[in-house]
């Protein structure tokens, strides 16, 4: 197989095993297969895959239906990469506990999220899912007992396993399980082909719904009702819902599960931030959880033992987690000291303020022809609102969401724009601006023809209320509730405070 696809779908797994170097004891072998190189990031690509494929094969999915299912993110992304290369549209309900990125991520892909109350956990999310696919006669894709969950890791995770430890054996396979269809498809494999390999599943500490050795409660026909009584909130998204899943049930009865590896917290975040600063693999939450389960496997070992972590996503789902909130945002002493330490672009006293755009060297007088195409423009009583404008610039940017967040509609004379280009006519018409208004910044606006200034002149105006009445007197309808610092607007490297 070379590296010419038909579609991003032929791209996913086949994933690299990378052997850890600085981070592995002496007596061991340690290494990790890196899931975040799957398209979307994660292992819950191979899934996606498998699930749609599987429905479309037997039928239980149309063409052009509509999918749905209950995801903590990477199960959504995965499955929006798939829907948008398939054509189908994609709802997902997600608890609102998870991470912000996620959620941007889907939709960016097309999908529509629908958020769960945090306290309903993660069977309120799949309550709604269930719900929705019933009501709106859409496919549920049902990862947490689909054995086709199990079966797209049986069919590519396991034999990629198998084939890139032929030479050398394989002593440990360590996992985390979140509905465990890594942890059953790959066991089931393991277990037939490489039966002294032996599996490790790994799970948050406070948490230990496996560990605890006490069963699912289930109603008469098997379904679930309540979370499992040794669940608590814990911080590996993507790992142990509030119950056992149905994939997780079948691998423990099977007898596959050899161990089990309680995680603490705050060794999974030391992990995940010791793979990427010491190995240089970055990758999320769950993945420094069961590296620290492999760590602690590994001070078990026998010498020259191979052991092999899963790391199922990438680190940057995380931005907006506890993983990353010793980050800091702002420069350290540190890094302060290295930008003093030569005179070009430091900050410190004079402030190197952000300037608007500058004026392009314009000393010529304005043309008629522009003069009064500004006339026309200002004077217009059909749009009163009028933003000069260059396409790309911040400033301009910030005044434009302003104007979208107060549901203002404003005309936007982009300057610089193709439309503006043939024979610089947006040159020329802003030098008929600066004439006019004494101002050679852009962006400049206008409101009923009247002048009020550049984009602090116009945030100004808002906070006075000044711009507010402006608009009033124009009859341009505005939101009257929103009460917000207008310097808000500015993107969070500009901003004053
Ligand atoms: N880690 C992360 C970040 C995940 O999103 C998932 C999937 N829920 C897992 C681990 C566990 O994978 P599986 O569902 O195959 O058990």
Redesign the pocket.
């Known amino acids: 197989m070379g590296h010419r696809f038909e579609d991003i779908i032929g791209t996913v797994g086949r994933t690299p095993v990378v052997r850890i170097n600085k981070l592995a004891p002496d007596h061991v072998n340690m290494f990790v297969k890196v899931e975040a190189f799957n398209p979307m990031g994660?292992?819950?690509d191979r899934?996606a895959l498998g699930v749609i494929e599987a429905a479309e094969r037997d039928g239980s999915l149309k063409p052009g239906q509509t999918v749905i299912e209950a995801t903590?993110?990477?199960?959504g992304i995965g499955l929006a990469m798939v829907c948008a290369v398939k054509g189908y549209p994609l709802v997902v309900t997600m608890a609102e506990s998870f991470s912000i990125e996620r959620r941007k991520l889907m939709r960016f892909l097309g999908a529509k999220v629908v958020l769960t109350p945090a306290d309903q956990k993660g069977m309120g999310m799949l309550k709604k899912a269930v719900e929705l696919a019933e009501t709106h006669g859409w496919f549920l894709t049902r990862?947490f007992d689909n054995p086709a969950?199990a079966d797209i890791?049986s069919k590519t995770t396991a034999p990629e396993i198998l084939e890139d430890f032929e030479d050398i054996g394989l002593d440990y396979w360590v996992?985390?399980?979140?509905?465990?269809?890594?942890?059953k498809g790959v066991a089931r494999v393991l277990k037939e082909r490489s039966p002294k390999t032996r599996v490790i599943v790994c799970e948050p500490d406070n948490a230990p719904i496996l560990g605890s050795g006490v069963e699912q409660p289930r109603g008469p026909n098997g379904e679930i009702f309540e979370s499992h009584p040794y669940w608590r909130p814990h911080l590996?998204?993507?790992?142990t819902p509030d119950w056992i899943p149905q994939l997780a049930e079948d691998a423990l009865d099977a007898g596959w599960i050899d161990d089990i590896e309680p995680i603490n917290g705050d060794d999974a975040m030391r992990c995940a931030r010791d793979l990427a600063q010491k190995e240089g693999i970055f990758v999320?939450?769950?993945?420094g959880a069961t590296f620290a389960g492999a760590l602690a496997v590994a001070e078990k070992a026998h010498e020259g033992a191979n052991i092999l972590a899963m790391l199922?996503?990438t680190g940057e789902?995380y931005l907006s987690t506890p993983l990353f909130e010793d980050i800091p945002e702002h420069m350290t002493a540190e890094e302060k000291e290295i930008s003093d330490s030569t005179p070009t672009a430091r900050f410190g006293a004079p402030a190197a303020a952000p300037k608007p755009a500058a004026e392009p060297e314009a000393p010529h007088a304005a043309e008629p022809e522009a003069v009064a195409f500004l006339n026309e423009v200002v004077g217009d009583p059909a749009q009163p609102v009028v933003v000069f404008a260059l396409e790309w610039c911040e400033f301009c940017w910030s005044v434009r969401r302003m104007f979208k967040r107060l549901g203002v509609e404003y005309r936007s004379i982009d300057l610089d724009s193709a439309a503006y280009q043939e024979g610089n006519w947006g040159g020329k018409i802003r030098i008929a601006l600066r004439d006019r208004t004494g101002k050679p910044t852009i962006p400049q606006i206008f409101v009923g023809g009247k002048h009020i200034g550049g984009a602090t002149e116009t945030f100004d105006a808002f906070n006075s209320g000044e711009l507010q009445e402006m608009l009033a007197a124009n009859d341009v309808a505005y939101d009257e509730s929103l009460k917000v610092n207008a310097y808000s607007f500015l993107p969070k490297w500009l901003h004053p405070r």
């Open positions: 994660s292992v819950k899934l903590s993110g990477n199960t990862q969950n890791h996992t985390g399980a979140g509905t465990a269809g890594t942890l590996m998204q993507g790992w999320g939450t769950s993945a199922p996503d789902r």
